[in-house]
């Protein structure tokens, strides 16, 4: 599996639209509720244990953090949403940082919606997605978590993940096996040199 282990580079924490980098480089988002697995998705893409903060308690991560992998893409960890026990103007701030990011951001090549494959899509996620869609921006449902599903379970939970994707198949992946990081390195390369 192709990590760039010596490579990657936490470069900062933004937590409004002046502080994003302008690195020229295509950027990769990982978007998703609070607590379904991007930073620790991040950390195996990057073959780093501890490059993203990965939450004990969700709603940890308020800001956006970018990391530059190789000197040659980045990534970009966005604050999770939907976590009830945060206070409504802190939903709200989310909500204005991740919609400036999303339609600024002119260097994003490709964003990855993440939704916890025992929960598949919930009213939040589903606005993510029409969002993203509205404006245009490319998108790929990564379904996390699924070492903790039996096939039958894995499957059933797949199935309903599609059915609400237009058809389009979810990236399985669990951030302890390691399963599926090589499809999602496909699709970063992919879309990088689009
Ligand atoms: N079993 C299992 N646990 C996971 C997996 N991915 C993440 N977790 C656990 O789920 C919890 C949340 O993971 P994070 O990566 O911090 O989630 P996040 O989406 O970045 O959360 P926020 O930053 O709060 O939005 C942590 O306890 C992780 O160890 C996985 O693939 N399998
Ligand atoms: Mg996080």
Redesign the pocket.
């Known amino acids: 599996m192709s990590s760039l282990k010596a490579d990657a580079r936490f470069i900062l924490s933004a937590t409004s639209p002046a502080q994003f980098p302008n690195l020229r480089l295509p950027e990769f988002a990982f978007l998703g509720r ?2 379904v ?4 998705l ?1 950390n195996v893409l990057a073959g780093v244990r501890k490059l ?4 004990a308690q969700p709603g ?2 308020q800001a956006v ?1 970018f990391f530059t992998i190789s000197d040659t893409f980045t990534f970009a ?1 966005l ?2 949403y939907g976590f009830a026990k945060v206070p409504i103007h802190v939903q709200q701030s989310w909500k204005s940082l991740v919609e400036a990011y999303l339609v600024q951001r002119q260097q994003l090549a490709l964003s990855f919606i993440l939704l916890d494959a025992r929960r598949g899509w919930m009213d939040k996620d589903l606005e993510l997605r029409e969002w993203l869609l509205h404006q245009g921006r490319p998108f790929l449902v990564v379904a996390t978590k699924i070492d903790k599903l039996n096939q039958s379970e894995l499957h059933r939970g797949l199935a309903a993940i599609r059915r609400q994707n237009d058809g389009s198949e979810p990236v399985p992946f669990s951030a302890i096996t390691g399963q599926g990081a090589r499809e999602i390195w496909q699709a970063i390369k992919t879309a990088k040199t689009r």
């Open positions: 609070s607590n697995g991007k930073s620790s991040l993203a903060k990965v939450s940890r991560t953090n960890d604050p999770g």
